[in-house]
């Protein structure tokens, strides 16, 4: 029973008493110190709500003007959304205007 509780206890060496009952009887020092780097974690990284990748994962630059740079800058505070949001929807609306088709 000793055992039962030991393995349900949150702590860095749960998974070496784990190792250790399934007759490794030692972990690498590698292994360890993954181990307590996953006790580090808070509760938020440990168990995070949203667990999907982000959706924008492609970075572009390009150079703009300095009135541009400023007016996205504006309207995205003034949207409440981000640049790049805006920056999409515009690009989507110019696309539907001209009518070009995604192949």
């Known amino acids: 029973m000793a ?3 030991v393995l349900n206890r949150p702590s860095i060496f749960r998974r070496q008493m784990a190792s250790i009952k399934e007759g ?3 972990i690498s020092l ?18 995070p709500k949203n667990k999907r990748a982000a959706k924008k994962t492609a970075q572009m630059h ?8 400023e ?3 504006a309207y995205a505070a003034h949207a409440n959304r981000s640049v790049s949001d805006i920056m999409e ?7 539907k205007q001209k009518g070009f088709n995604r192949g």
Do not use: I, V, Y
């Open 30 to 47: 590698e292994e360890r110190e993954k181990n307590e780097r996953r006790a580090q974690r808070t509760e938020k990284q440990r168990h």
């Open 89 to 95: 929807e515009a690009l989507e609306l110019l696309m």
């Open 71 to 73: 007016d996205a800058k």
């Open 62 to 69: 390009f150079r703009c003007s300095p009135k541009f740079h």
């Open 3 to 5: 055992e039962h509780s």
């Open 24 to 26: 490794r009887g030692h």
